[in-house]
């Protein structure tokens, strides 16, 4: 059966690469994308999540834009890496359809509609637009069946500090609070996507239909710079949902750095912290064959 899914997310390389397998892989029914700011503003990450709808010709998806701006603090973003359109000059398709705002509000109707535990959400960004749902309504929070965030690191060094993680850096508050809500909640973090990695030759073999096509242009310019592999953060999240004998995961009890220096957003483990399951193994070869197929 297919796993029912809302996708949150700031598209961003990684994103459009494990969005595009969510609609391609025919293992998810994907009953909406919310946008919030991330690698780059809310604006973008929004177009560009309608223009991945488009390559896969899904009209039928609705796009919801969420938070423009992290709970407490000042947006970081990820250009660097993403390039200042998100997805370093890849051009999409026009949106089939408008998108729409009220991200939180939606995600609390749908969720309330739909049978409790039935809808399973993925992160792909800063958690903010989950935050909100809990702060403004905890029933229907209550309600998600499983939410599997990309985010955090346990023993890898970070990304956006010494010891903390692009997505969680962004929103540390954010983080606090799903770690506190009592959601059914994994977290992918960079222990895990530093080891999903690929080549050139992998890339090449995804051509062979629109969206694979697609697929192989977005990694391409994901891979630039000179680099012979970058993780792919994102897609762990969908390969985890659909496959979760593939990861390890690991019981930890977790708590947030919501300090104001340069750790905001780590995670430390402590006796006191939240209970939290994490993904810390993957077995690779076999996670990048499911990625692949996913794109026939
Ligand atoms: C995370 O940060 C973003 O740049 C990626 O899209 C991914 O969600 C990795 O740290
Ligand atoms: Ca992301």
Redesign the pocket.
Known sequence: MKKRVIIDT?P????AVAILFALASGLFDVVGLTTVA??IGLERTTKNAAGLLAVAGRADIPVFSGAEKALLRDNID?IV??GDDGLRGITLPPALAPSRSGAVAWLAETLRTEPSGSIDILA??PLTNIAQLINQYPDAADRIGHLIA??GTVLEPG??GPSS???FASDPEAVALVLHSGIRTTLVP?DV?RRVRLDTDYVEALRGTSVGDTTADLLFAYLQDDRRSR?L??PCVMLLAAAPELFGVDFMRLSVNLGDDVDAGALIRRETGSPVNVAMRVDVPAVLKLLASGFR
Do not use: I, K, Q, S
Not at 12 to 15: A, F, I, R, V
């Open positions: 700031d961003g390389l990684d994103d991330g690698n990820a890496v993403h792909l960004g990309m985010g990304n956006a993680e692009f997505n960079l996507t993780p953060h994102d």
